[in-house]
DNA sequence: GGCTTATGCGCAG
DNA sequence: TGCGCCTAAGCCA
């Protein structure tokens, strides 16, 4: 479930597995032999994410750059270390633990510099301390774009994926349409607190909720849906299907060739 | 067992 | 705009 929440919190298992020690780095499956070399039995210095990044650090210009993209998965497990199952493209091996990834999108050895460039470009991150919101509220108020374009839009925000998008905006009764430039600068004030509140609690349970307790399917006896972002929501993936807050059907198109959904009644089109 | 789908993103054209 | 990446889960038969 790769939003920028499960990478802080698997930055945060690693720092917890193997921070401050050395760390067996291998890859089974050859495709990152080089880079595992580079820093095999190397302490890990430091595991931090960045939006939808996670960059552990052995040394300067000896940084392991992980992007999960759409299905990239990490899978911990305790000692004893078993054979590699299927195609693991690196194994990383502690003390008393140890965990493989998979399926990723990127896994490369980076220079301090090549890191720096990654993260120059891309926007705050609501989970992190250093984040700044004026920067992002720069780009979407001078922009025209769709506010659903620009909050997936990893230079504008980084870190909201489809999940977080359609929820946040839900909350907020935002036509996922409307243009940045219309957007008021208490509407995203309110939008980014809501992020990070969010993202926040996403870390903490390693799944996404964001249903209201008084909008809660289970307190008024209908079975919550559960789906595979793993939490409870409005509307992603509940096309058809009645918002939970107005009985609407939830709507549903492809946008910028994602899946997007809304309640046409709780966010009405901007005009 | 096969088919479909996906929370992402870089690239070609 | 559409494809490819290379994976797991859900669904159907």
Known sequence: MPEGHTLHRLARRHRALFGGRPVAVSSPQGRFAAGAAAVDGMVLKKAEAHGKHLFHHYAP????????????????????????????????????????????T?????????????????????????ADPEKAWVRISRSKAPIATLLMDQSVVAGVGNVYRAETLFRHRLDPQMPGSALAREQWDALWADLVALMRDGVRRGRIDTVEKEHDP?????????????????VYRRAGLPCLVCGTPIAHTEHAGRNLFWCPTCQPEYR
Not at 89 to 103: N, P, Q, S, W
Not at 114 to 125: F, H, N, Q, S, T
């Open 61 to 104: 210009d000896r940084i392991v750059h992980v992007h999960l993209g759409l299905y990239g998965t990490f899978e911990e497990a305790p000692h004893p270390v078993q054979e590699p199952r299927g195609q693991v493209r690196m194994r990383m091996v502690g003390e008393t633990a140890y965990a493989d990834l998979r399926g990723a």
């Open 106 to 130: 990127a896994c490369e050895l980076l220079s301090t510099a090549e890191v720096r460039a990654i993260r120059a470009r891309l926007g705050p991150d609501p989970l992190r301390r250093d």
């Open 218 to 234: 289970r307190l008024q006896g209908r079975p919550a849906r559960k789906d595979r972002h793993g939490g409870e929501v409005y």
